[in-house]
């Protein structure tokens, strides 16, 4: 594999900011560790209040795609080098790239704990729910005639999505899988938040809900099934259940903390906003919910600010304006490329291939002049900048 920008991670961020280079002419790559593409469109349906809206997006998404390499099941393992020859480390292969954008988004883990329950085979978060909804053989043998209850408790920095997502899931178990289905929730907000037909449509099928207010439920695990005791205008109501899905919280995905070490650390996965999309290593740039808690919207608006920050940086300065180096004169000391802030430039044969050479990548360069102020032997100018325009510029005296 072999692009001018690769961009880890196929959700709305990911598919905005790859399609959005791509019509600008440029050589895209994309990855996506799961087997399709969507991320968190395809894996927790209602992200938009309704999956048919999630389809159309995602379709949308995809149409823009164009000529971009897709690699699915492809986790990027590690980033190596500098800007304008990174080398990735990918499942399965490697590959090269200018730059590198990182919207892998979030992980979304659950937490039993915090419901009273145990992990286990019995106890799914709603990501894993939906996957199982959209396996229906596998969804028949667990899920028809049994129980099934939603735990809720409207913490989660995304409890509105979770909540609509929660609702189709329920919908979905009841109308196609013929579950029995109960909601636990702390807070049943739909006036307001454009889920009252949702929650008719659930209710009228059949969907139980209950409201759980200051007291807590209690729970207890009976080996093959559990025992929720609940509370229903102040009296306690026993509910049997076979099988339990309950909401998620959001960390950054690992990808955002790629090992330093000879191979690269962006920086936190939340870094200081006045960087912007760029991280703090040069020729990384982050996108959409790993870089900050952003909203659908949010994410798309964010995938197509990265690719504008990407383009302005792969824009080369003028021919004159990047370091050359006089082959002649250079003695191999490597201060340039100890020096250089872009690592623009390591030591390979000259062109005719006779010696070693400090050489300058044209795709990295960006003119600065700190090679050439400290090369000892003199050896590297910048031919649209006199010495002391390039002093200036370092804020150094000669």
């Not at 469109?41 to 971009?68: F, H, K, N, T, V």
């Not at 490697?94 to 009273?116: K, N």
């Not at 229906?136 to 409890?159: H, K, N, Q, V, Y």
């Not at 740039?285 to 792969?314: I, K, N, Q, T, Y």
Request: overall charge positive; charged content about 25%; hydrophobic content about 45%.
């Amino acid at each position: 594999m072999k692009a001018d920008i690769f961009v880890a991670g196929a959700g709305a961020s990911g598919l905005a900011c790859a399609g959005a280079l791509a019509r600008l002419g440029h050589r895209v790559a994309l990855a996506e560790a799961r087997p399709a593409l969507g991320g968190t469109l395809r894996s927790l349906p209602g992200y938009l209040g309704s999956p048919a809206c999630d389809r159309r997006l995602l379709a949308e998404l995809e149409r823009g795609l164009g000529p971009i390499e897709v690699l699915l099941d492809t986790r990027l393992r590690a980033i190596r080098g500098g800007p304008g020859r990174f080398q990735l480390d990918l499942d399965g292969a490697g590959g090269e790239a200018r730059t590198v954008v990182l919207a892998t988004g979030l992980e979304r883990t659950s937490v039993p704990e915090a419901h009273g329950l145990k992990a286990g085979p019995r106890v799914l978060g709603l990501s894993a729910l939906a996957e199982l909804l959209g396996r229906p053989e596998t969804a028949i043998a667990r899920l028809r005639g049994r129980r099934l209850a939603l735990f809720l408790d409207g913490s989660a920095a995304d409890s509105r999505r979770q909540h609509a997502a929660a609702l189709n899931l329920a919908i979905a178990a009841r109308r196609d899988f013929a579950a029995e289905v109960t909601w636990f929730g702390r807070d049943l907000r739909v006036a307001g938040e454009g889920l009252d037909a949702r929650y008719r449509v659930a209710r009228d099928l059949g969907v139980t809900f209950f409201k759980q207010g200051e007291r807590p439920l209690k729970l207890q695990d009976e080996g093959d099934s559990f025992f929720v005791e609940a509370w229903l205008d102040g009296l306690p109501v026993g509910v049997n259940l076979d099988l339990a899905a309950i909401d998620e919280r959001e960390t950054p995905r690992g990808e955002a903390h790629l090992p330093a070490g000879g191979q690269v650390d962006p920086g936190p996965a939340r870094p200081n906003m006045r960087l912007g999309n760029r991280s703090p290593r040069p020729g990384i740039f982050l996108a959409g919910s790993l870089r900050a808690d952003l909203d659908l919207e949010g994410c798309l608006g964010d995938g197509h600010a990265a690719a504008a920050a990407v383009a302005a940086f792969l824009r080369q300065p003028a021919e004159e304006a990047r370091a050359r180096v006089d082959g002649q004169r250079c003695a191999r000391c490597l201060t340039c490329v100890r020096l250089c802030p872009h690592r623009a430039i390591a030591i390979q044969p000259d062109p005719a291939g006779i010696r070693l050479v400090a050489v300058p990548d044209p795709a990295a360069c960006r003119g600065c002049g700190a090679c050439a102020a400290a090369c000892p032997a003199l050896a590297i100018t910048i031919p649209s900048s006199t010495d002391e325009a390039i002093y200036g510029r370092l804020g150094v005296t000669a």
